[in-house]
């Protein structure tokens, strides 16, 4: 199985911050990395696919990198509302793993 | 406007069964693999398994393969997960997404629904 490494595992970051968020696939993935955000209590929503394409509907703050084993979510200006947790996942073969997850929390 | 409804999650005992299902609408279900996921309270997410359009193929973790079964009724509109020998460790919420066409990403989730293995 494909293992998938977050990092940081969480941070602290303020309004108007550049937040990145690193991935890490345990071999090559080619592009098949996907960038889910979650709030407590709600269900996951897709960010990013294919590692640097936007889902529809989502802000263009959101961005997204990387190819082969290392990829990143950059959040240009963090908002208010970002303030979740973040899950990549690499979707090349299955199973389909996940990362342990990013918690952006509020400095 | 898509709709996932997952329905059947409650409290069962080790070693027993359940089955989840999940309501979709709002989209041409028999166009799209389905995929189910899990979360354990506190926990990050887990990938369970995922099912093609026309009931095929099928895929699963190892720690469900040979307990869980996924299958699909697509003129019910209907996804769904049939769990056996039921451990601790199954405790989660359980969504089901819709994957989408023009990637390998779950585009939609559903709400989620609870299942809790203990005696």
């Known amino acids: 199985d494909i293992q998938m490494t977050q990092s940081p595992s969480s941070l602290s970051a303020s309004v108007g911050d550049r937040v990145t968020i690193t991935c890490r696939a345990s071999?090559?993935?080619?592009?098949?990395l996907n960038w889910y955000q979650q709030k407590p209590g709600k269900a996951p929503k897709l960010l990013i696919y294919?590692?640097?394409s936007l889902q529809s509907g989502v802000p263009s703050r959101f961005s997204g990198s990387g190819s082969g084993t290392d990829f990143t979510l950059t959040i240009s200006s963090l908002q208010p509302e970002d303030f979740a947790t973040y899950y990549c996942?690499?979707?090349?073969?299955?199973?389909?793993?996940f990362g342990q997850g990013t918690k952006v929390e509020i400095k | 406007e898509v709709q996932l409804l997952e329905s059947g999650g409650d409290l069962v005992q080790p070693g027993g069964s359940l089955r989840l299902s999940c309501a979709a609408s709002?989209?041409?279900?028999?166009?799209?693999?389905m995929t189910w996921v899990r979360q354990a309270p506190g926990k990050g997410l887990e990938w369970v398994s995922a099912?093609?359009?026309?009931?095929?193929?099928?895929y699963y973790a190892d720690s469900v393969k040979g307990r869980f079964t996924i299958s699909r009724d697509n003129s019910k509109n209907t996804l769904y997960l049939q769990m056996n020998s039921l451990r601790a460790e199954d405790t989660a919420v359980y969504y089901c997404?819709?994957?989408?066409?023009?990637?390998?990403?779950?585009?939609?989730w559903g709400q989620g629904t609870l299942v809790t293995v203990s005696s």
């Open positions: 996942q690499q979707s090349d073969s299955t199973p389909w793993t």
């Open positions: 099912i093609g359009g026309g009931g095929s193929p099928t």
């Open positions: 997404a819709k994957r989408s066409t023009s990637s390998r990403a779950d585009d939609f």
């Open positions: 071999q090559s993935i080619s592009s098949y």
């Open positions: 709002g989209f041409t279900f028999i166009y799209y693999a």
């Open positions: 294919d590692a640097s």
